[in-house]
Nanobody, 118 residues
Framework: QVQLVESGGGLVQPGGSLRLSCAASGSIFSFYYMGWYRQAPGERRELVASITNERSTNYADSVKGRFAISRDNARNTMYLYLQMNSLKPEDTAVYYC??????????WGKGTLVTVSS
């Protein structure tokens, strides 16, 4: 089993920054794919950014140049980060961490709320 715990969400003014973190722990320590997704009220969950175990990254067009995804590991925990800069009201959503140890298996965190408002 794998546990994913997101943190770092909160209220920020437009133009501000936040850094989201996701800690992945449990019996699996290797993930070929990790990603951040978000879901705004009344909207479908969408991919924000992803990163492979070879550090290949992919971003949604709406966040390119503003967000940066990275991953790291320490002891028995894998960490996934999302640095979010120049935040806009339309970035408001619940952000979820996803991790895939191999094709066909995927784990999700419970999400962290990001609110961009003045």
């Amino acid at each position: 089993q794998v546990q994913l715990v997101e943190s770092g969400g909160g209220l920020v003014q437009p133009g501000g920054s936040l850094r989201l973190s996701c800690a992945a722990s449990g019996s699996i320590f290797s993930f070929y794919y990790m990603g951040w997704y978000r879901q705004a009220p009344g909207e479908r969950r969408e991919l924000v950014a992803s990163i492979t175990n070879e550090r290949s990254t992919n971003y949604a067009d709406s966040v390119k140049g503003r967000f940066a995804i990275s991953r790291d590991n320490a002891r028995n925990t894998m960490y996934l980060y999302l640095q979010m800069n120049s935040l806009k009201p339309e970035d408001t959503a619940v952000y979820y961490c996803s991790a895939r140890p191999h094709p066909g298996m995927e784990y999700w965190g419970k999400g962290t709320l990001v609110t961009v408002s003045s």
